[in-house]
């Protein structure tokens, strides 16, 4: 297995030449840390990341949790790693002091996260899911729900889960019916069924804590009647102890990757006796969850990029070592073979994984960022960057998800039939990347998300905003001699996506919804496609005004390689947009008349 | 599990709308079949599909071959397949007469293949390899090799392998090291290592029979000194017994996919005693295993395709099924919600897979019927179709490969997260497919087969002669008033062709050959939307022509489902060349460039 599945010097370059994560340090929210404890954070969340994660990695694949008299029981290391991301803070990476968090900007938090899942992506499930389920407690919640359940989820003792999706309703969730009923105590009796629940129940923990959705009984129909509540598996009783609270594992599913996290169909309430505490306000809690879904979004983003991470540095290792061929030049069949990097094919290939890999972890950190402005701005600067989030929360989920799989497919290519084999690691990142465009949202989903809601948002001033940022980086890249004629691309790349967008937006003005929203995927593509090549600009200027200070050696090495892989984005990836525009002008109906019969 | 996996309706259309291939019946090679043979070889065949191939699909994904004692075990479905398929006369199906075949044109040939693929794919390469090896021994051996050989293995005892890649040399041939040393009684002594071998050995049959390329001592190096030898697991003996002929297997590989068919890594002659019989002339093994290869190109094109299928009415089965959603004009959360084939963006998921693959049936089928006039004619007309042939085989080969994962991703989309599990067959054809871009020359190899030999070749005339085809195509969809738009798509489309060939092929008279090939890849991808939309264009004439006969029910459905899969080929599909276009003409030199140790 290739020693190596991130790129540290790669992240110290977004961290602090593309994003300058150290201008955080001026506000107070962020002011008792330092670069050094930064540093600190990644070089302990790389250590973490090869001793802890990454050695169960094909373990978790090959002994996949097995369900067996009602439990769930998973790899061994699930319990280590819940106890030392625990112990060392990491599941409350990002969480405020006052509830016992290391209160770090969100941009550092994304760093153990892409670390870990890079490493062993379902082992990072675990203390992850559980942080977004504390997040949501903590938002939302009363004193004494965080006080319950906050320090024993943060410890590392306790799994966080997002209970949502149904059998009969899928992505539909206007029509979950797992229903509420209030009881005597200021609790609610819970009865209904959840399916996919991602590590639902497993025995690395001593309780599973479920933040789910449900409808009070009468709430009003669709998704104006559903309320958020945490439903634990076993609930705290009176005395200290816990007490089982009828929930129940019907099943886990077998998938074809994403192994070694639990995926479980749950039943809550069969026999009457499971209690609900509601969290925040009855019937808000659809849009409560949307706190935890948005992070969970940006975490598949990351995971995703995080598993092209380790595809690409497969690939490149093996296709250092791999002699094969001679260049199309050299006739001469008795001279030696060339290691296969050497073929522009291959480099191709790589250029095109690495391009997908830090373009999307750039868009990454760069969202990072604006949580973290978010959190310290205020009025319309905070309301600016929660914006930006909006409108690229759906572009950061499904980019390193599509492209990913792409990408990963690509690092497969590398190795021929060694990378189809399970010897190396990539056959299984393959079917474990496959995961990233279904959960949390399907791509199909994310896209009406961003045509159909953000978009339109307060009459376009995500979208505005979001371009403004463009037209920035643009003016500020025009500076730079060497990227002026990409500027310029990127210039036309934004006028036709304004063109594009104009001309959805008109058909919804008409009235025509269906054929407004019936290629809201081919528009996400786009989109993804213009909003990396801005973080390519960004990234490339970066790169530029270090290579004004001559380095040399490796260093001169990363930045070249950063130019020529922003030069591949622009000259092979940004390209693809045209095809693009031209379908989505042309408004074609197929897909709104096309009749289920003709099929 | 789905009970289609098949459209036998669009074989029909194909076979006698599109290709006529009653027409092959006034050549005295075909003139004892007859369009009810035909049909009952279609009907025999989707019987043997549902009831032979289909019903170990997932069993022989779960219970791999087992290799131990030097033996490989597989599922015992495989010795039934093989014997009903010789019985039948399929493995012999397109086999001269007078070598005890069937003689049915390869158009015919390919609709077996392509049902038995789509059933099963790891189950039908026992048969299909069998078949293309004794096509090699009766091509190029002595009459002696073939009464010895091609009797058991048209009868299913014997497997037959294509032994060619070896572990130092991969996909570059010239390197082959395998050696023949001249032996005193008309045979050679084979001493060396061969990986990757499909069916190299089970217990399926009595005895395996490798087509193998070696070198006889003191050949030339590269790739003039490659001969091709039969070398037997068992070879006969004079009393007509057979004797161990020290062929070993040394490993089976572990697959993420096509599990049902044991990958091999084979050891000739560890004991000095492994006989290889030369097949041919000496040295001139690579261009006879040509032959072979072509073929299995065309296989693994055809395998694609019915992979793609199976998982494309897998997909339709359950969106027709699955309510889920209402359209976004529908506001009342209680109204009932509807099938997900209702949804745009599900319909676009099905077209999609459904223009991949009746897109690439329609070129596969293309290139039997170039098989079978090939065959038929004389002179500067059977010049021509082997020409198109061999310009067509890398594009017949990769699109399908290529674009059949991403068919089957989108398929596997279309179930959500159940999609994604291990009750539905998808995942597996998920799994299955990802071999195609690999196996019988990666994508790369294809690429550089087509820009690199076939479009230079003979000056240019294989690619001259297949734009006339297109331009026929164009000309006679003109005189359909509804294709006009389309044919003139296509026209520009060959123009933009012409252009890019042009400029590539200007590199390589400037004598920048590295330049030349650093984007086959993406040339090949080009080259392969232009000759679908011409396969599309065909089918659409053909489609019109039926509706003029005002057909009703489901065979109108039929036309009209062609009609839009056709127009959302032009208008989703080709306009992906503007992009490659783009960036074939910039003449980038980022992959030529860019240093190894830039990654």
Chains 1, 2 share one sequence.
Not at 516 to 532: K, P, R
Not at 564 to 583: D, S, V
């Amino acid at each position: 297995m290739a020693d190596k599945f991130v790129g540290e010097r790669n992240i110290r370059f977004l961290l602090y030449e593309v994003f300058d994560a150290t201008s955080l340090l001026k506000y107070p929210r962020y002011a008792d840390h330092s670069r050094e404890a930064f540093d600190m954070i990644l070089e302990t969340a790389m250590k973490l990341g090869r001793d802890l994660f990454r050695p169960a990695l094909r373990e978790m694949d090959k002994n996949q949790p097995e369900f067996a008299d009602g439990r769930v029981k998973v790899h061994p290391q699930v319990k280590e790693i819940m106890q030392i991301c625990g112990a060392g803070g990491w599941i409350s990476a990002t969480t405020p002091a006052e509830l016992g968090g290391q209160q770090l900007p969100a941009i550092l938090g994304f760093v153990p996260m892409f670390i870990f899942s890079a490493a062993n992506y379902a082992a990072s499930v675990y203390p992850y899911l559980t942080d977004g389920a504390a997040h949501l407690i903590y938002s939302f919640g009363t004193e004494e729900l965080i006080n319950a359940y906050l320090p024993r989820m943060y410890a590392g003792d306790w799994q966080g889960t997002m209970a949502l999706t149904e059998p009969q309703a899928g992505s539909s969730l206007s029509d979950i019916t797992t229903l509420a009923e209030p009881g005597d105590d200021g609790y609610y009796r819970i009865r209904g069924q959840k399916i996919f629940i991602s590590t639902g129940d497993h025995d690395g923990v001593q309780n599973v804590v479920h933040l789910l959705l449900a409808r009070i009984a009468g709430a009003p129909p669709g998704v104006k009647g559903i309320s958020l509540f945490i439903v634990p598996k076993m609930r705290p009783d009176e005395s200290g102890g816990l007490v089982f609270n009828d929930v129940h594992v019907a099943g886990i599913y077998h998938k074809m990757g994403y192994r070694g996290a639990p995926i479980t169909q749950l039943s809550f309430g069969e026999n009457g006796d499971c209690r609900g505490y509601l969290v925040g306000q009855p019937n808000r809690g659809l849009s409560q969850m949307f706190q935890l879904m948005n992070e969970a979004r940006i975490a598949v983003g990351i995971a995703a990029a995080g598993i092209a991470s380790a595809a690409y540095y497969a690939a490149l290792e093996y296709t250092r070592e791999r002699p094969q061929g001679r260049p199309p030049t050299a006739k001469d069949p008795l001279s030696p073979q060339v290691p296969i990097i050497e073929h522009p094919d291959v480099k191709r290939m790589l250029l095109f994984q690495r391009a997908v890999v830090e373009g999307s972890l750039s868009l990454l950190m760069q969202c990072g960022k604006y949580v973290d402005l978010e959190k310290v701005l205020e009025g319309k600067e905070k309301e600016k960057y929660s914006l930006l989030l909006e409108i690229l929360t759906p572009v950061a989920k499904s980019y390193p998800a599509e492209m990913g799989i792409l990408a990963v497919s690509q690092a497969l290519q590398c190795l021929g039939g060694y990378g189809y084999c399970d010897e190396f690691p990539i056959e299984q990142l393959y079917r474990d990347a496959r995961i990233h465009p279904i959960h949390e949202g399907t791509t199909g989903i994310q896209a009406l998300d961003l045509l159909g809601r953000k978009v339109p948002m307060k009459n376009g001033e995500a979208a505005m905003l979001l371009i403004r940022e463009f037209e920035e980086t643009i003016a500020a890249a025009n500076g730079e001699p060497h990227l002026q004629s990409y500027a310029r691309e990127l210039e036309e790349a934004v006028d036709k996506l304004k063109k594009v967008t104009a001309h959805l937006v008109g058909l919804a003005m008409q009235g025509k919804i269906d054929l407004f929203l019936a290629d809201a995927t081919l528009y996400l593509e786009f989109f993804g496609i213009v909003t990396i090549g801005w973080q390519w600009l960004l990234q490339a200027m970066a790169a530029h005004k270090a290579l004004r200070m001559n380095p040399a050696g490796t260093e001169m090495n990363f930045y070249q390689g950063k130019l020529y892989t922003f030069r591949y984005f622009f000259q092979y990836e940004l390209p693809k947009i045209e095809g693009l525009a031209k379908t989505l002008l042309a408004g074609s109906r197929i897909t709104v008349d096309m009749k289920k019969d003709f099929f």
